[in-house]
């Protein structure tokens, strides 16, 4: 599976942006899908997750209320709606699919993540 992410963009404080993350040469069914960004100078730091039947979603503290996660099995893509965005959500965004099946509990931890998008960049200014 190969994944596509598209929608960065450049945007002032407390504009809003939608990232997409495409699936192609597979499918992402039976997976957590989420999103990481890093910001220059950073470690690459877990964003949000949901999973496989889109019933549950995880976000870090940082995008809680700000952001939201969505997936389409039948379409394979995971979206990411982010709102309020401030200067310190500048980063490069990564789509991310687990490496475990059906995994019971949501892993923040980047190495848990096997296959991954080329990354989409999102710029705030303030």
């Known amino acids: 599976v190969q994944l596509q992410a598209s929608g960065g963009g450049a945007v002032q404080a407390g504009g809003s942006l939608r990232l997409s993350c495409a699936a192609s040469?597979?499918?992402?069914?039976?997976?957590?899908l989420a999103w990481f960004r890093q910001a220059p100078g950073k470690e690459r730091e877990f964003v949000a997750a949901i999973n496989w039947s889109a019933v549950s979603t995880y976000y870090s503290n940082s995008v809680k209320g700000r952001f939201t996660i969505s997936r389409d099995n039948a379409e394979n893509t995971v979206s990411l709606q982010m709102n309020s965005l401030k200067p310190d959500d500048t980063a490069v965004y990564y789509c991310?699919?687990?490496?475990?099946?059906?995994?019971?509990?949501?892993?923040?931890?980047?190495?848990?993540?096997?296959?991954w998008g080329q990354g989409t960049q999102v710029t705030v200014s303030s």
């Open positions: 040469g597979g499918t992402f069914r039976g997976y957590v």
């Open positions: 991310a699919t687990d490496s475990r099946a059906y995994r019971p509990i949501f892993t923040t931890y980047r190495d848990d993540y096997n296959t």
